[in-house]
């Protein structure tokens, strides 16, 4: 008889075998033979004659579920910033991205593996010699079976020993063993990430061909403790892992100059307070961002937020609607304008020089006026508008009617709508539900989308964008 060859099986049987055999603590091999076996010894009149499989069938049946699907490994190193690796777990698969964990012991001490591998939907690997995955070196498959591996919290100790190839544990074992793609995100106290040997750590692993994202300056879980060493947030750990997994999209806006407002506007009532709204402005550094890598000349405009100015991106900051206004008009010419802005409606007509004080006299009375309308202005500019100029209507109630109205109102070309009630947490949230509403032959269109991370919504609407100006 010939000898058995579980080598040049096909990988999704290959997988299924090294499943089953893990559950029955055998081998592969021996698991073959016992399979094999058992259907020798199963009676023939027992047998029943199979339909011939088509190949659609074939591929149903597979039984690796992440087939069609990029496929990370998680490195979780051990470190406070541990916590977040299980929020980085969420928004990669929200990226559509299959995600295998692993945690080093020190990581163990921060957060548990059943979270991490309930989180994951797949079972959580933490030992080197684990008998149930070390059967067929394990180790080796968990370091290949990937498209790319992610250590999230990076940390001084594990980049240390990366740096100097050492392999005493599942996860150092797996960075030595891998031939793909490496993110780190390190996270550390600051004087660990600029002490001298740490230093020499990175350059060596940067030289070595690993990718960074962070740290991050901030303040640190101990007291008193700031300066740059904060593991990146999940959302920026996602989207360079995301980059690093798929094709940058094709530079389709190349040569095309974007003016794009983001954020609120604050209207000074006095020197410390102001009128404003709930706008994070993550939605227009989110289209700045994807209008930027689809190739174009993006210049941002954004009132007061808490962001980092997007890669690529010339950001100017501004305060009121009357400053917004004089910056959009001098970034003028450009081909297309995106008005993601939250801009007040209103502002004091004489802000007070001082502090307006209590008094016995009761509230102040403070007279509004109409700020300047930077959408309707820009669309009806009879010199330097853009040929495709675009709002937005943030509204809480018949949105689809006020959109409309407003995108026939304001003259411009396209209208993005969503809801921003208090219920669908998309101010200051992460994730969108709009409705792009564009003018066919003096007919209103409707394309609704559904729900999708505010970097997708950015990312369709550059497309549509770049279909409409091809």
Sequence with gaps: MASLTVRKLDEALKASLRLRAAQNGRSVEDEVRMILREAAERPAAASVPRAPETKAATRSTRTHAAADRPRLTLIIGGGIAAYKALDLIRRLKDRGIHVRCVMTRAAQQFVTPLTAGALADERCYTDLFDAQSEFDAGHIRLARDTDLIVVAPATADLMAKMAQGHADDLATAILLATNRPVLLAPAMNPLMWINAATRRNVAQLARDGAHFIGPNSGEMAEANEAGVGRMSEPLEIAAAADALLRPPPARSLSGKRILITAGPTHEPIDPVRYIANRSSGKQGFAIAASAAAAGADVTLISGP????????????????????????????????????????????????????????????????????????????????????????????????????????????????????????????GDRNTVHVLTLDNGNVAVDSWPVMTKEDVAEALVAKIAATRA
């Design 305 to 428: 937020v808490d962001l980092d100015d997007p890669a690529g991106v010339h950001v100017i900051h501004v305060e009121s609607a009357r400053d917004m206004l004089a910056q959009v008009e001098a970034a003028l010419p450009a081909d297309i304008a995106i008005f993601a802005a939250a801009v007040a409606d209103w502002r004091v007509a004489n802000a007070g020089e001082q502090k307006i004080k209590k008094t016995s006299g009761g509230m102040p009375q403070l007279a509004l006026v109409e700020n300047p309308d930077i959408l309707a202005t820009v669309s009806k500019l009879r010199q330097n508008r853009p040929a495709l100029v675009i709002g937005f209507a943030a509204e809480t109630e018949n949105l689809i009617e006020n959109a409309t109205s407003k995108l026939k109102r304001k003259g411009c070309d396209w209208i993005v709508a969503n809801d921003v009630s208090p219920s669908t947490g998309i101010m200051g």
